[in-house]
């Protein structure tokens, strides 16, 4: 299923209230009940004449159809009155998210995504849009990020690279950067004249290191980062983007962004090794670095 | 002999003293060979006289130009040597004095040298030098003036010699026939100042007047006035030369004093006169100093009737001298010495020779402004002028080398050299202390040191080294000293203060010290941090400033660091690469083609103590401020602060002025309660900023990208991820104080929860009010209260419409998102836990409000007060209304429904009306009103309920006060039917005695009568019993 293209209005924030709400229904919800109780008449009345008229008909079914995709949801019953349910697999980890930090269920709504897109290749289809657009976003180089309007480059550079069936329209572009910031893959930064996109794995990263090992061979280590976050570089879904591709051996240059900073944050070591054949190469602009293990100092919970 | 320059000095701090004299006023008069011997000759312009034969130069064509006419007695010649202050002018008559033979017979020499300070000294000096021998009364005269005399009576003398000038003396100035318009004005302004003369040829309604005024006159002798400060200095051993150098200023009249006006009360030409000086009191002030310059010698004695005078000084020496067949130079070194006595001088300058009396060769040195005041009878007598249009600061390095060779060499061998020379009229006397320094040989590490340190070319010495200078510190510590650096200042600093204090910390290893920074241009281009390479240490700031100074920020030669006893050590790039460099980055980056200039370098200065201006302090906030509100991330959390009540909070916690820099920056500092960054005059903070700046204005980290050129030394990487870094961690800790603010999802807890409270404050079931879509719509209840709930009702209305629930979950727990980035769906876990949770507990809940919530949600926080103090003041009545309302009732409706009750009263009622028999007669409205009251009352109304001891009463009553009001409108309504029905009763008792025809009637009343006896009589027992 096409994310972008098709449920454009779907987002992580709203996924997280869907699921939030539905952790405390364990019978689960029709659509009806579930607008009544996320979208109250009172907010819709407030805000007068929506822009588009789809807008607010659209985000929470197309929340609803990302997160059954993803399979944090399950939908039972005809499709006019299908039953929305959260997932047992998920049920206690989204109950364990707290209101005000919904980091966790960022992080699991992005392994969510990879697994599911990993799972679509496996079966020989091609991978949902915003899971392409995300893998290809994290193979840019953060020195140069990208603008954050659409037409100031980004729509030359998906072109370029033959991503148009990912992403082709500015309402798409601003979707996948809203997907690339709430997943903690990339910072909007504002600065004097413009705002920039930099891609930026670092806070996925970080809410991920609890499931890595504490420390092991470089190799072993990133390829075990990639198994879980598959949209930052892993050969199966870099394979499977269009056009020419960078080496699937070499560590991108955001991943390597976001260790060093995990590094300087104390959060991780990055160590020399005399094997070389753990080794793996961070490259970030023109500073080059061998890795041969990695530590995690503080383990998170 | 040392074998390395480590603390090798070739001059001393005492040759420095005893050499270097940047104010020749101070250079004694014996001294001409420490004077020659660093003399930079100087050129000069000559706009005035005729050019001389064999056109010399410098300072030789002053002397050439004084000594031209000697020999023809018929004219005096008058040299003038004029340019601003410290450009060398004195240099030149000191060098004209020392080239002058003095045995020469054809004149005799007068040389005052600019060490004479005082005016009594300047006297003693002249009698002294004339050749006549006299003079000795003319000194004790003055001696007697002034030491006969307290201060304040020469004061007060001084001042009536002024005003008898202002009246007598002064004369009008007469109109000259090249006069301009403006000149005229001034001249007749003037004439007009010193005020008309009458018959007696005494002027009258001029300035003299209103120095006699004692208003005028008091202000004129006040201390620290004009007049005071120049008695102060006749009585000084020393004065200052500026001290006679000085003018009135409008402080020295009473301009601003009141009850001027009135003192001249019938004086209308002082009047006049006084409004013209208040409007313009230059032209007055000047002809008060005119009439000091007149009245000062007078009061000295100088002009006595009788015996010495100055002017008869040097008639009589100028006899003498004529007779003699001598004439007589006067060398002047700075004119402005004679201040207020000039006038004496510039008579004899007009004075021409003759038979009687010998010409005079007139050399004197005066800066600009004084020479254009010269007397027009001066000025038009100078025979020669010369400017002095190029510093001897021309060529700087050899300006400096002279005098560092001068210390080398040292005063005692300089003084014996001078003299050899005289005795064999050698040129090139002073030897080259490089080439000389080992017994006549060259120094030992003269080599290395020129190579290192540098030297220069210096017309008659040779190539003297600069140590210890190098070239560029040599360019900086003149650069210190500004764009219009003079001979005297850098002689100052960079000779005298530089090397003295080079001799100690160099012998003590510890050079270059601290004021190294004062000393020397201490601007730099690149980056502290990157300038050290990473090194550390006791030794890293002494090796900055060699770097700095020395080294131009890049590198620092070996024989530098080893004079220095500096260790250079291995440098490394700065902070902790992320990754090791590779190949191309190692390399140095060529220039790239910017459009601007850095705008970093007021940064690194403020690295290095300096102040940083307001708007790069302004500029660095705003840039810091927009990158970190970026980072913040917390609309992923459903927190909205891009307007309304979220961005008031934000604010208030994060601001420019978070980011704290040190106490020079303006603006106030980050409040209490505020998120502060302190920026700190550090390497990390430094380059923090640096990356903030390149970033913000070019949104990448390509070198080759900028319209500026990338800051040197600094790595791409290494930038980004210090600010990376940082503003991660900043963004983090503002997200943390928000959160903490806000209470989490608490604070949009609260506002629904505060305003459930009110809806139930205003009537609407608790039961109802757990619904959150009802909370956010519900509109304020229109029906009324009871009075004894009145407060409440008011304040719950009030807080219902000043707490918009709908706005604050808009923007602390919604999902936004969309063209508008409205608030598309809701927090409805949290939000409905919390209503639940303030519906157990709505007082609490008030309470918690208005102790947790004051500071982020003022609004709601003054709503839930008010609500609270209303419900808690209003409760206790509400609860007896509602307790003796429920006892009414259970009592009065014995377990039925209120509505037979009222039916069956109704019937009664309108059987007594029709019959007459209703009572009160005139009740009947009521009546049926009440029954309507009864009958509309709620089925379920808890006629069983009993105050709960365990409740607060505000509790209490807020869980009552949904039927309440029904309650106690039933009860009193139940009452107004119990006793109209008492009435009736008594009414139909009284009728029974009453004989008529209407029998039926009666037996039909009497029979409805009975069927609510029961009733009645129930409520009548209730009545008797409750009184």
């Known amino acids: 299923m096409d994310y972008l293209k098709q449920q454009n209005l779907a987002s992580v924030p709203a996924l997280f209230v869907i699921c939030r709400y539905l952790a405390t229904r364990p019978d689960g919800e029709d659509e009806a009940a579930l607008r009544r109780v996320l979208q109250p008449r009172a907010m819709i009345a407030n805000q007068g004449p929506a822009p588009r008229d789809d807008e607010r008909r659209d985000v929470l079914p197309a929340s609803l159809e990302v997160g059954r995709d993803i399979e944090l949801l399950d939908a039972q019953g005809s499709r006019r009155e299908r039953v929305w349910s959260l997932r047992e697999s998920v049920r206690a980890e989204v109950a364990a998210v707290p209101a005000a930090d919904s980091r966790p269920f960022r992080n699991l709504v992005l392994r969510s995504l990879g697994a599911r897109a990993m799972q679509v290749i496996e079966s020989g289809e091609r991978p949902a849009d915003v899971a392409l657009a995300l893998t290809w976003l994290l193979q840019g180089d953060p020195l140069s ?157 | 002999m040392t074998s390395t320059m480590k603390g090798f000095r070739c001059w001393n701090a005492g040759s420095v003293r005893q050499t270097v004299y940047s104010d020749i006023g101070a250079l004694p ?47 005096n010649t008058i040299v003038a040597v004029t340019g601003g202050s410290g450009t060398g002018k004195s240099h030149i008559v000191r060098w004209v004095n020392a080239h002058l033979d003095a045995s020469d017979a054809r004149f005799h020499v007068l040389y005052v040298p600019r060490a004479v300070q005082s005016i009594r000294e300047l006297l003693r000096r002249l009698v002294v ?28 003398r001084l001042l009536e010699e002024m005003r008898l000038a202002l009246t007598w003396t ?114 007055a002030l000047d002809l008060l100093d005119e009439a000091l310059r007149s009245a000062l010698p007078r009061t000295l004695g100088l002009r006595a009737h009788n015996g010495e005078t100055l002017d008869l000084l040097f008639r009589r020496s100028r006899q003498t001298l004529r007779d003699q067949g001598k004439e007589l130079v006067l060398l002047f070194e700075d004119l402005a010495q004679f201040g207020l006595i000039d006038g004496e001088l510039y008579d004899q300058f007009t004075i021409q020779p003759g038979s009687d009396l010998a010409p005079l060769r007139v050399l004197f040195a005066v800066t600009d ?128 203060e530089v090397l003295i204090e080079a001799d100690a910390h160099i012998g003590r290893g510890t050079y270059p010290h601290e004021r190294v920074r004062e000393r020397f241009d201490f601007k730099v281009q690149r980056a502290k941090d990157v300038v050290l390479g990473g090194r550390t240490g006791e030794q890293a700031e002494r090796l900055y400033r060699a770097l700095v100074v020395w080294g131009d920020e890049t590198e620092l030669a070996p024989v530098i660091a080893e004079a220095f006893s500096l260790e250079v050590g291995v440098s490394r790039s700065q902070g902790t690469p992320a990754l090791s460099k590779s190949g191309p980055q190692t ?89 502060t960054f302190p920026i700190q005059r550090n390497d990390d903070d430094v380059r923090v900023l640096v990356a903030a700046r390149w970033f913000d204005e070019h949104g ?149 409000v208005v102790e947790e919530f004051n500071d982020s949600a003022p609004v709601v926080a003054s709503a839930a007060r008010d609500l609270l103090s209303a419900v808690e003041q209003d409760a206790p009545s509400l609860l007896r209304d509602v307790t003796s309302a429920v006892e009414t009732l259970a009592e009065g409706l014995e377990h039925a429904e209120p509505r037979a009750v009222a039916k069956a009263a109704r019937e009664v009622g309108r059987r007594a009306r029709d019959s007459g028999l209703f009572r009160p007669a005139d009740g ?44 106690i409108a039933g009860a009193l309504a139940l009452q107004v039917v119990r006793n109209s029905m008492a009435a009736t009763r008594q009414e139909c008792v009284r009728s029974n005695s009453v004989a008529g025809d209407v029998d039926q009637r009666r037996r039909e009343v009497r029979k409805k009568l009975k069927q609510v006896e029961e009733h009645l009589q129930a409520l009548g027992t209730s009545e008797v019993r409750h009184g």
């Open chain 2, 369 to 496: 402004g004084p020479y254009d005041k010269l007397p027009l009878t001066v000025q038009t007598r100078i025979s020669h002028r010369f400017i002095v249009n190029s510093s001897a600061l021309q060529d700087r390095e050899a300006f400096v080398a002279r005098y560092l060779n001068l210390v080398r060499v040292g005063r005692a061998e300089v003084e014996t050299r001078w003299s050899q020379a005289q005795d064999s009229d050698t040129g090139d006397w002073v030897r080259n202390a490089c080439d000389t320094r080992e017994d006549g040989l060259p120094c030992q590490f003269r080599d290395e040191c020129h190579k290192y340190f540098g030297a220069v070319e210096v017309a008659g010495l040779g190539r003297v080294g600069l140590y210890p200078y190098n070239g560029l510190a040599l360019r900086r510590a003149l650069d210190a000293r500004g764009p219009s650096v003079t001979p005297r200042d850098a002689l100052d600093v960079c000779v005298s």
């Open chain 2, 587 to 675: 390399e140095p980056r060529a220039a790239t083609k910017t459009s601007s200039p850095s705008p970093l370098p007021p940064l690194f200065q403020w690295r290095n103590d300096d102040h940083l201006a307001d708007d790069q302090v302004d500029f660095y906030r705003a840039c810091l401020l927009r990158l970190v509100n970026s980072r913040l991330d917390l609309d992923q959390d459903l927190f909205h602060t891009a307007n309304g009540e979220g961005a008031e909070i934000l604010t208030r916690l994060f601001n420019r002025m978070s980011f704290d820099f040190p106490t020079d920056a303006r603006g106030r500092r980050p409040g209490a309660g505020t998120v």
């Open chain 2, 29 to 75: 008069s014996d001294a001409d060979a420490v004077f020659l011997a660093a003399h930079t000759p100087v050129t000069l312009a000559h706009p005035r006289g005729e050019e001389l034969p064999g056109a010399t130069s410098g300072e030789r064509q002053v002397l050439d130009a004084l000594l031209a006419s000697v020999g023809d007695v018929d004219r």
């Open chain 2, 129 to 156: 030098g004339l050749p006549d021998g006299g003079g000795k009364e003319l000194l004790t005269r003055i001696d007697a003036a002034i030491g006969n005399t307290n201060p304040a009576e020469l004061q007060d």
């Open chain 2, 170 to 283: 002064l004369e009008p100035q007469m109109a000259t026939d090249d006069e301009s318009a403006a000149e005229r004005a001034v001249r007749e302004e003037r004439n007009s100042l010193l005020g008309e003369p009458d018959e007696q040829g005494k002027r009258r309604d001029g300035l003299a007047d209103l120095l006699a005024l004692p208003e005028v006159n008091r202000a004129l002798l006040r201390p620290e006035g004009r007049l005071y400060r120049l008695v102060q200095s006749l009585y000084s051993e020393t004065s200052r030369r500026d001290e006679q150098q000085e003018a009135f200023t409008p402080a020295d009249l009473p301009l601003r004093q009141p009850g001027l006006r009135r003192a001249l009360a019938g004086k209308s030409g002082l009047i006049e006169l006084w409004d013209i000086i208040c409007h313009d009191p230059r032209p």
């Open chain 2, 924 to 967: 009947w409205n009521d009546f049926a009103e009440a029954l309507d009251t009864l009958e509309a009352l709620p089925a379920g109304l808890p006629l069983d309920w009993r105050r709960n001891e365990q409740e607060s009463e505000a509790a209490e009553a807020l869980a009552v006060e949904h039927w309440a009001g029904s309650a």
């Open chain 1, 145 to 301: 990020p990208l603008s954050t309007s659409w037409s100031d480059g980004p729509e030359m550079a998906v072109r370029r690279s033959g991503l148009d069936l990912a992403v082709s329209s500015p309402e798409q572009w601003r979707a996948l950067v809203r997907w690339a910031r709430s997943l903690g893959l990339a910072t909007a930064t504002a600065a004097r004249q413009k705002s920039y996109l930099v891609v930026d794995p670092t806070k996925a990263v970080d809410d991920t290191l609890g499931r890595l090992p504490r420390q092991g061979p470089a190799e072993t280590w990133f390829r075990q980062l990639h198994s879980l976050l598959p949209v930052l570089g892993h050969r199966a879904l870099i394979s499977a983007l269009p056009g020419p591709r960078g080496s699937a051996t070499e560590i991108p240059a955001a991943t390597a962004l976001a260790v060093c900073k995990l590094e300087r944050a104390g959060r991780l070591r990055l160590l020399q090794s005399d094997d070389a054949s753990s080794t793996v190469v961070l490259r970030l602009g023109h500073q080059v670095r061998q890795v041969g293990e990695v530590h995690v100092v503080e383990a998170v919970a």
């Open chain 2, 700 to 848: 990448h980290w390509d070198p080759e990208r900028g319209t500026w050129p990338w800051p040197d030394g600094h790595d791409p990487v290494d930038l980004m991820l210090a600010l990376e870094c940082r503003l991660e961690q900043w963004a983090n800790e503002v997200r943390v104080a928000f959160l903490s603010k806000v209470a989490g999802r608490d604070l949009a807890r609260t506002v629904v929860g505060t305003r459930a409270v009110a809806l139930i404050a205003s009537g609407m079931p608790p039961h109802d009010v757990s619904d959150l879509d009802r909370v956010l719509s519900s509109p304020t209840s229109t029906s009324s209260a009871t009075p004894a709930w009145a407060s409440a009702w008011r304040a719950a209305a009030e807080a219902l419409r000043k707490v918009s629930a709908v706005g604050w979950v808009g923007q602390f727990a919604a999902v936004r998102q969309g063209d508008r980035g409205g608030p598309q769906l809701i927090d409805a876990a949290e939000l409905t836990a919390g209503l639940q949770t303030v519906l157990r507990s709505p007082v609490a809940h008030l309470r918690r």
